[in-house]
T-cell receptor
């Protein structure tokens, strides 16, 4: 059974700080997704990774296949980054997702 | 494109009633997923379809739940009879398999409350 473990569960930081959220996953998962869920409840896909590193604006996602570990980084964090960040794994292709429990991030001004 | 469309956005019903949730995927997407989110269990996959055919329904909790996709632009998730423990937000998502960009696009969700 695919499993995804995410940490920390909660994170509060000051505006401008560098943020890191970690995710480890089990054998059987070959692609790792990072999602963002805002207080209104909507879910947005940020990245899908099967190797290497991806960057979009102030967000960077990395994956280490050998260690089965992925990280999401936010540079120059801003209060609007406050949300729940969820990592999810899939077996490859357009497979159903197995989700971590999410990281509730609060960026204080 | 309008994105993934779900209806209704909110549903309040009484225990024992039939509930039908609806989803319209993004045009051209050939994969459709139903997920459920609760405080206790977080997000979990219920079922997914490829080209209107159910591929994996192992997440469907029990026989009270059924899902159909009669055509490429419409899917339903039905609960009959509903129970209070079915209260959750139900998300539909869709994607098209294209290299390494099989990003899933989520609908706004249907918040179901069973009294």
């Amino acid at each position: 059974k695919n499993e995804v473990e995410q940490s920390p569960q909660n994170l509060t930081a000051q505006e401008g700080e560098f943020i890191t959220i970690n995710c480890s996953y089990s054998v059987g998962i070959s692609a790792l997704h990072w999602l963002q869920q805002h207080p209104g409840g909507g879910i947005v896909s940020l990245f899908m990774l099967s190797s290497g590193k991806k960057k979009h604006g102030r967000l960077i996602a990395t994956i280490n296949i050998q260690e089965k570990h992925s990280s999401l980084h936010i540079t120059a964090s801003h209060p609007r980054d406050s949300a729940v960040y969820i990592c999810a794994g899939s077996g490859g292709g357009a497979d159903g997702l197995t989700f971590g429990k999410g990281t509730h991030l609060i960026i204080q001004p | 494109d309008a994105g993934v469309i779900q209806s209704p956005r909110h549903e309040v019903t009484e225990m024992g009633q039939e509930v039908t949730l609806r989803c319209k995927p993004i045009s051209g997407h050939d994969y459709l997923f139903w997920y459920r989110q609760t405080m206790m269990r977080g997000l979990e996959l219920l079922i997914y379809f490829n080209n209107n055919v159910p591929i994996d329904d192992s997440g469907m909790p029990e026989d009270r739940f059924s899902a159909k996709m009669p055509n490429a632009s419409f899917s339903t998730l039905k609960i009959q009879p509903s129970e209070p423990r079915d209260s959750a937000v139900y998300f539909c998502a869709s994607t098209a398999l294209a290299g390494d960009t099989d990003t899933q696009y989520f609908g706004p969700g249907t918040r179901l409350t069973v009294l």
